[in-house]
């Protein structure tokens, strides 16, 4: 890749406010082809709130976002509509998980499929050769994605009877559905007992290597967190305070202060 | 035991409550006072059973969802063999049909004609059945697009002479596109706020109908509405209903073909993951705005085309047949026949609208017997008569084609 190229994810100066509180405060961070980059900080610190922001939940009170499929032209995605984000392949999964609990497992693959699918009400209606065949498309895509996280025996059953684990690579499933270029976690190891994280790393690391697609995860497990990550961000109370690989953010006083002290108290 | 002393209490109670009513008559002309002791034990009494039957129901209920979870299973896995497997429901189907085909043949119009308002019933549960049961938004003004289908037919043949057939599909029409008026508007609220707008939306049209005297002819309505006609063959009373009657049948037979496959669809998928979780929604890429006005006008559609053959049938409308009552009658039969389901719909349609039509006897009771069922309906059975069955084999990769 040409030095010149933007980067997939591009955020800098982000602030956020709500009312008097100001959530996040010029955070910069930035996700290049192929990389795996990890967000951490303590509860509370705004991690989830910057997810929010760069994918049109909330519109930033100040800064840029910009995104870049191919690295050759960037788009400026601020205040933009959710559903356009991940039109434009930026898709996420949620830290309090939220599938579509009486749909199946597979539906909710299907579903992810929607905004790479074209056929209307008349096609619906119909069920024309296009409609049968974008739909075949579909269905064969959400199987593969299914076996993709090991979910394809579940395929029939409701997603609200998955075990907690299952649910969290269901949602994976169904963001990849939608043909993203980068894929933001938000906790995705949450509740999850120490061979589903296992496997789960595992996971994002094919999801890396075989679907190309950039992930940024944010995470509490500083296990998970060490053995993925290229790069790491740090945020403490809105605030950017540190950006590196794993070793020099282990390394970096102010990191072990926030982050790492807080876990020793705790 | 504790269920008998509680209902003890609730008996005592409510024989306190209805003392003063039921038990105290003063005969105004006798000057006395009448004490109706008997009165009193009768409402004792049945006031006990009532409480005691109630809470033993109550706590099977609970104890059934506790321990009997396979045998409730085992019965909803009969319902969903019956309603998904072909060898099961074919037959069925095939009754049901023939059933249609002879009904008129063998039943006076009076009979007939309660079976075409059934109908009509049907295909506005079903209508509905997309904006609140698969969209998941409460509209409790739907009866507006039933009115604007009736009135297009009625003003549109009034002052210009169109047919019936040239109006069913304006009516459809018209009903879309009150359908997306309502949507834009309430494109950002949900839940209770959405209910409180829809009805000021049914409302409203229900009061311009009533005051604008000069476009609607005000609350005495239009008379003289032409049935159908069929190549220009002119009916007596007894054939035009059987008419209708199949053109009804014609017009279910067509709803349920295009609600299934709408639910079916990619469409219908958007429905459902808005209803499930708006935010998750949006986040797969699906366009909430699009999504919610579609629900809106292609429920709406049916309620603007069946307005066009309840307009024919009764050949007379006014306001006074689209007041709230009517959005809250169609509601019903959404949740009671399991949001969602095509079935359960039509079942609760023929269970409403039929029941109080034979049951004249006890019209005065009529809407004290609607609620009491709904209210037993939501504590027994909240995912209604048939809860909506997945079709577990409706997606098969192609390598097992
Ligand atoms: N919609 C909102 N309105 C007001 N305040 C909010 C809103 N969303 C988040 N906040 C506040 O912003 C701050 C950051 O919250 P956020 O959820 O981003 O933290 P987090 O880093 O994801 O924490 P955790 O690790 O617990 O998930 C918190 O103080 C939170 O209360
Ligand atoms: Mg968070």
Redesign the pocket.
């Known amino acids: 890749m040409s030095k010149l190229s933007y980067p997939l994810l591009d955020v800098s100066n982000l602030t956020?406010d709500?009312?008097g509180?100001r959530?996040?405060n010029g955070v910069d961070l930035s996700v290049k082809s192929g990389e795996i980059v990890a967000l951490i900080?303590?509860?509370?610190?705004?991690?989830?709130?910057?997810?929010?922001c760069i994918t049109g939940i909330?519109t930033p009170t100040h800064g840029d976002i910009y995104i870049s499929a191919r690295g050759d032209k960037r788009r400026r995605i601020n205040g933009m509509k959710p559903n356009l984000v991940t039109r434009h392949g930026m898709a996420r999964t949620f830290?309090n998980i939220r599938l579509f609990p009486t749909m199946t497992v597979l539906e909710n693959v299907i579903v992810g499929r929607h905004c790479r699918t074209h056929s209307g009400i008349l096609g619906a209606v119909m069920r024309n050769s296009r409609t049968r065949r974008e739909e075949q498309e579909s269905v064969d895509r959400s199987y593969e994605l299914l076996e993709k996280v090991g979910l394809q025996m579940f395929a029939d059953e409701l997603a609200k009877n998955l075990p907690y684990g299952a649910q969290r690579r269901l949602e994976i499933a169904r963001s990849m559905a939608t043909d993203p270029f980068i894929l933001l976690l938000?906790?995705p190891a949450a509740g999850m007992n120490p061979q589903e994280t296992a496997e789960l790393g595992e996971l994002v690391l094919r999801i890396r290597e075989q679907e190309k697609i950039a992930v940024l995860l944010?995470e509490?497990d500083m296990k998970v967190v060490m053995r993925l990550s290229d790069r790491i961000y740090v945020?403490e109370y809105?605030q950017g305070i540190a950006a590196g690989t794993p070793e020099e953010v282990s390394k970096n006083p102010a990191v072990i202060k926030a982050y790492l002290g807080e876990e020793h108290d705790a | 035991m504790f269920g008998i002393k509680k209902s003890l209490l609730v008996s005592i109670w409510f024989m306190f409550l209805t003392f003063p009513l039921m038990v105290i008559r003063v005969d105004t002309i006798e000057k006395t006072v009448q004490w109706r002791w008997m009165n009193m034990v009768y409402v004792g009494v049945g006031a006990f059973l009532f409480s005691y039957v109630w809470r033993f129901l109550l706590e099977r209920k609970a104890a059934g969802s506790a321990v009997d979870a396979p045998a409730a299973t085992v019965k909803e896995r009969f319902t969903q063999r019956i309603l998904t497997d072909p060898k099961m429901y074919r037959p069925v189907i095939a009754i049901v049909l023939v059933g249609a085909v002879i009904f008129p043949l063998i039943m006076d119009t009076y009979q007939v004609n309660i079976m075409v308002t059934a109908l009509i019933y049907v295909v506005l549960g079903l209508g509905l059945n997309i904006v609140v049961g698969l969209a998941g938004l409460l509209d409790l003004g739907y009866v507006a697009f039933y009115a604007v289908g009736a009135y297009a037919y009625a003003l549109l043949n009034y002052h210009f002479g169109l047919g019936f057939w040239t109006v069913l599909p304006i009516g459809a029409g018209l009903g879309a596109l009150f359908g997306i008026m309502l949507g834009f508007p309430v494109l950002r609220l949900r839940g209770d706020y959405l209910a409180i707008v829809t009805l000021g939306f049914g409302e409203i049209i229900r009061l311009v109908l009533e005051n604008w005297n000069e476009f609607s002819f005000g609350p005495s309505g239009i008379s003289n509405i032409p049935r159908p006609g069929f190549f220009g063959m002119a009916f007596d009373m007894h054939s035009a209903t059987q008419y209708l009657y199949y053109l009804m049948v014609a017009m279910v037979l067509f709803t349920i073909f295009v609600v299934n496959r709408l639910q079916h669809s990619r469409i219908g998928r958007a429905w459902m993951a808005l209803r499930e979780d708006e935010i998750a929604c949006q986040a797969m890429g699906i366009d909430r705005t699009k999504t919610k006005l579609t629900a809106f006008a292609l429920g709406a559609t049916w309620a603007g085309a069946v307005g066009v053959i309840f307009a024919a049938k009764t050949t007379f409308i006014n306001p006074a047949s689209f007041t709230f009552m009517e959005s809250a009658i169609i509601l019903s039969i959404v949740v009671l026949g399991g949001m969602g389901s095509i079935v359960g719909v039509m079942l609760a349609a023929f269970i409403l609208v039929l029941l109080p039509e034979y049951l004249r006897a006890f019209s005065e009771y009529r809407m004290l017997i609607f609620g009491a069922s709904m209210v037993l309906m939501m504590v027994f059975r909240p995912q209604g008569l048939i809860s909506n069955i997945r079709k577990k084999d409706a997606y098969k990769r192609s390598s097992d084609a």
Request: net charge neutral.
């Open positions: 956020m709500f009312g509180l959530a996040l900080g303590p509860n509370r610190a705004g991690k989830t709130t910057f997810f929010n909330y830290q938000d906790e944010i509490h945020v809105g």
